[in-house]
């Protein structure tokens, strides 16, 4: 293991979150020579997901720890060193909380057999059916690795552009997904599955066959999308849309808040594309039109990471980085790494938070409302464990709060165990927007002995705000061989970030086919000294 | 693998660049095993290999060099950064086998007794020496690597279906709920 890192790349790429790890691919894909590195000792930056030990830590966590600004190199005439990372897009407003004790008290222990604490909780939950599994901090601390809890929750659209880039360049085969099996939503002061499919809206009891007419012949109408359809509409919103369609109000809100995942303020044109989207992904991977990657969104990177690998992408994490070399042109020369390397490369690529300040002094930053609650049960409960996704329509005439419900089929938490993950654009702190959600969805923390409350109660919430680079111009201020990646947006897939990695290689690579399918492995022939790997076709 | 699965071997000496994974069918006591090997593809030499490497492993392969002494001290840390990334259900049954390569060169630096040695200290892991360039004993090591594996699994029933439905994505696949199609 005494490798030492080459002195010369085409491209050198700083983090490795989602945008990082694909242009990461994509470069190496085409023969670049990529160096891909981090400061920190984990992959993904603010798209990781994390243990409960790791998130516990969280707070305290500096995205730009292993930074060394004490590098002693040599410098040209002209040249001159930039410190590597900012402060301006870290998390804010974090609070974490734990809502069970430490530990279990004595006086339960003398009830029950002998033994230590912990013992006592598992019999108890090995032998009771009826039992309710009694959770300490203590017992949840001790399955901590079986948590992969995500900073940024992504869900797929079946036929999106993520998958669609997954399955045209081969890189499916390094991840494994599973489908939303019940998309959610708040009516009439109850959770309500909504009917997806023709099976669905056809099984549906609560939908009567009037509504089932309507429904089917609305959305045929948005599927065709006949120009006469909604000329009239062109200025209107999608609600006003669905209200002069004379439909009843169930069938309203099915449409609009989860189908179309449109508010009353979302224009007529974008709900009807909302809804193609919805019924084109439909019937590909199971019930509903969305995954979700097994072991958590923080798996994503890694599997583009491991592309990059394949293809001479040099991989290390946990690197002290000295600085950035640019030349008196304002041009990136090299990298630092440690106090004395530079290591040299004709374009620079880095996460948003991996900027010098001076990049990023004028870019915009809005806040995403984060919420994430391990709980002891689903908030609908049911026979077999389902994963999950509500969109809960906010009152005020707000976004819709992304809700996503993941069991531990997910591998992403023990079993018994539900997480629970709340997002929406942030008006005031993630608190404050997330409460009107969080109390319908969970037992109030105030007991009330008299009334039996069957909602999950939440075991521990962390709460914070994530920034959003989304609308920001990241070209503004930043070297011409330079590229920033923007982070993790409120969508609740990543086929923005795809768009964005994709701009980001056509600039240092025009004309140059994006991630182009990638051989199987038996199709290579390894040739005696031969350096090529020739795919058969 | 290269030299196991297609019988081929690369002289060029560029660590392991380009090699992904790769799918091969054994025969071990009447049972056909589909085995995939997965190399780690460059990313072990800074300490970088990710987590999503290691899930759903069923049996680990440590490979040193015969002739490089580092490569056998290191040993050790690989079998832990194993067993803490992929976290096993029993980290001490875990299967793991120990490959010696490269004893087709000179000058020879780690003695077969001291690689046994090392192998009886943790619960037995099985033992081969091979020469990947020459094939020799390959076969009889991946053999072990799968009947090993096999024996995890009838041990816990259950391993193969932890995480039952999950989906790989391809362009034919289908859910086992079909006739769910378009709703229009």
């Known amino acids: 293991m005494d490798y030492e890192l080459p002195t010369e790349f085409d491209i050198i790429i700083v983090g490795t979150g989602i945008v990082e790890s694909i242009v990461s691919a994509a470069a ?15 992959y993904g930056g603010f798209w990781a997901s994390f243990n409960l030990e790791q998130i516990d830590k969280l707070c305290e966590r500096n995205q730009n720890a292993n930074v060394d600004i004490s590098a002693d ?48 909780t598992e019999t108890e939950a090995d032998n009771g059916t009826g039992t309710e599994e009694v959770w300490t901090q203590e017992k949840l601390m001790r399955e901590s690795r079986k948590f992969n809890i995500d900073i940024a929750p992504k869900i797929q659209f079946a036929r999106g552009d993520f998958v669609e880039l997954l399955i045209s360049s081969n890189i499916a085969r390094y991840s494994e997904y599973r489908s939303v099996s019940r998309v959610l939503t708040w009516l009439n002061g109850e959770l309500e599955v909504v009917p997806c499919s023709r099976s669905d809206v056809f099984s549906n009891p609560k939908v009567s066959v009037i509504e089932k007419r309507m429904l089917m012949k609305l959305l045929g109408a948005c599927m065709d999308s006949e120009e006469n359809e909604f000329k009239d509409y062109k200025i209107k919103t999608f609600h006003t849309y669905l209200n002069d369609k004379r439909l009843t109000d169930n069938v309203i809100h099915y449409v609009l808040y989860a189908i179309a995942m449109s508010t009353v303020d979302t224009p007529c044109s974008e709900g009807v594309e909302n809804i193609k989207r919805f019924l084109n992904s439909l019937g590909r991977f199971g019930k509903t039109p969305f995954l979700y990657s097994m072991y958590g969104s923080g798996e994503l990177s890694q599997a583009f990471c491991r592309l990059s690998a394949v293809f001479g992408g040099v991989y290390a994490l946990n690197q002290n980085l000295g600085g950035f070399v640019f030349d008196a042109e304002n041009k990136f020369k090299g990298l630092v790494c440690g106090k004395q390397q530079v290591i040299k490369a004709s374009h620079l690529v880095m996460g948003i938070e991996k900027s010098p300040e001076e990049f990023v002094k004028s870019v915009e930053v809005s806040y995403i409302s984060r919420g994430i609650f391990i709980t002891n049960g689903s908030v609908k409960g049911s026979e077999k464990e389902h994963l999950t996704l509500l969109f809960y329509p906010l009152k005020g005439g707000r976004e819709l709060c992304n809700v996503i419900e993941l069991g531990t089929l997910t591998g992403t938490c023990p079993k018994g165990i539900y997480i629970v993950h709340m997002f929406t654009k942030q008006i005031n702190t993630p608190k404050e927007d997330l409460e009107e959600c969080v109390s319908k969805l969970f037992q109030s923390e105030k007991e009330d002995s008299d009334v039996k409350d069957a909602r999950p109660q939440v075991l521990w919430s962390f709460y914070y705000s994530a920034p959003d680079t989304n609308t920001a111009n990241l070209r503004k201020d930043v070297p011409e061989n330079a590229f920033l990646c923007p982070g993790p947006d409120c969508d609740l897939d990543i086929d923005y970030s795809i768009k964005k990695a994709k701009e980001i290689f056509n600039s240092m690579y025009p004309d140059v086919e994006f991630l182009p399918r990638a051989p199987d492995p038996e199709e290579i022939i390894i040739g005696d000294g031969s350096d090529e790997q020739i795919p058969k076709k | 693998m290269n030299q196991y699965v297609n019988k081929k071997f690369s002289n060029q000496y560029k660590a392991t660049i380009g090699a992904d994974f790769l799918t091969k069918e054994v025969q071990v006591d009447d049972r056909t095993v589909t085995m995939q090997i997965w190399d780690t593809a460059g990313q072990e030499r800074f300490q970088s290999l990710g987590v999503a490497f290691y ?52 000058p020879r630096a780690i003695s077969t007794k001291k690689a046994q040695q090392w192998c009886q200290t943790k619960n037995n892991i099985p033992y081969f020496e091979t020469s990947a360039k020459e094939a020799l004993n390959v076969e009889q090591a991946f053999k072990s690597i799968a009947r090993n594996a096999l024996s995890q699994q009838a041990q816990a029933v259950d391993l193969y279906n932890e995480f039952p439905d999950q989906i790989k994505l391809t362009n034919t696949a289908k859910s086992n709920n079909s006739g769910d199609s378009c709703a229009c």
Request: charged residues 30%.
């Open chain 1, 28 to 42: 190496s894909r085409i023969g670049k020579t990529v160096l891909h590195i981090d400061s920190q000792d984990y």
């Open chain 1, 73 to 120: 190199v040599q410098l040209n005439e002209g040249e001159r060193l930039i410190q590597i990372g900012n402060n301006n897009f870290d998390l804010k407003n974090t609070s974490q909380k734990w809502s069970i004790p430490e530990k279990l008290e004595l006086k339960d222990v003398s009830e029950n057999v002998e033994g230590d604490n912990c013992d006592v």
């Open chain 2, 55 to 106: 899930r759903g492993a069923d049996c680990c392969v440590l490979v040193f060099d015969v002739t490089a002494p580092n490569t056998f001290k290191s040993l050790d840390s690989w079998r832990d950064e194993f067993l803490i990334q992929a976290s096993p259900r029993e980290p001490e049954n875990f299967p793991f086998v120990l490959l010696g390569n490269k004893v087709d060169l000179e």
